[in-house]
């Protein structure tokens, strides 16, 4: 069974950062790919980092130079550190998991976690 548990989200101004964290089961996390998407109300899910076992990070261009994808072994958590952050950020932020080579980013595969909500106001 896998599970992914998030946390981290809230409000903040314009300008701020915050750090999303994404728990998952111990049995998958060192073997799979992990990532954040984000989701406005009426929009379609959009990726937004990715980050395989192999430690390289990817990005999309909405949150390059900005977003920082990280994951820890030891606790079996992925980080989504989020600086400069702009009033189009404000989305609900979904943790992802999925295996190596499953395809484009673009795609929605494999499993989600419940999703956190990042609002970016003043």
């Known amino acids: 069974q896998v599970q992914l548990v998030e946390s981290g989200g809230g409000l903040v101004q314009p300008g701020g950062s915050l750090r999303l964290s994404c728990a998952a089961s111990a049995h998958i996390f060192s073997a799979m790919t992990m990532g954040w998407y984000r989701q406005d109300p009426g929009m379609q899910r959009e990726w937004v980092a990715s980050?395989?076992?192999?430690?390289?990070?990817y990005y999309a261009d909405s949150g390059r130079g900005r977003y920082t994808i990280t994951r820890d072994y030891a606790k079996n958590t992925v980080h989504l550190q989020m600086d400069s952050l702009i009033p189009e950020d404000t989305a609900v932020y979904y943790c992802n998991v999925r295996r190596p080579g499953s395809g484009s980013y673009k795609l929605e595969r494999g499993f989600w976690g419940q999703g956190t909500q990042v609002t970016v106001s003043s």
């Open positions: 980050i395989p076992p192999t430690g390289v990070t």
